[in-house]
């Protein structure tokens, strides 16, 4: 038995691959784009903990502008464009014992659609704690 095409059949492929194919490549850019959002998240992280190391063997007075400039470059100098609205913001918890560096950024965005707001902000803190070298008959301190 011989099939019958319809009349109304023609181009049905056509149309089918015009409709499916936006969708695909809005799945392919999102997947770029959460791939990039985890690669950012890595990179604030490293950052916030490189800023809050450098802070930790620093004097006093210069301690948390040195680990905040040292983060802030590590972000230049890894990825320049990646992360954009960088703010790094270090400060002296528990005493002046140990130091935390926060790196709040923007992710770069893929792509763009029209009316819908796509900012993936990333957060990321480290602490560290300070270095105190005493002598060998010195013993810590608790508190």
């Not at 809005?26 to 950012?40: D, E, K, P, T």
């Not at 006093?60 to 040292?70: F, K």
């Amino acid at each position: 038995m011989e099939r019958r095409r319809f009349r109304g059949d023609s181009g049905a492929v056509t149309t089918e691959f015009v409709i499916a194919t936006p969708v695909l490549l809005s799945f392919l850019m999102l997947i770029v784009q959460v791939a990039l959002v985890f690669h950012a998240l890595s990179v604030a992280s490293a950052a916030a903990q490189e800023g809050a190391r450098t802070a930790t063997m620093e004097d006093e007075t210069n301690r948390i502008a040195a680990g905040e400039a040292d983060a802030a470059g590590f972000v230049q100098a890894v990825a320049p464009t990646l992360l954009t609205n960088v703010d790094v913001h270090g400060e002296a918890v528990h005493g002046g014992e140990v130091i935390r560096m926060t790196v709040d950024a923007d992710v770069l965005q893929v792509f763009n659609f029209p009316g819908v707001n796509l900012a993936w902000p990333v957060h990321e803190t480290a602490e560290s704690v300070v270095e105190r070298f005493r002598p060998g008959d010195d013993s810590p301190t608790t508190g």
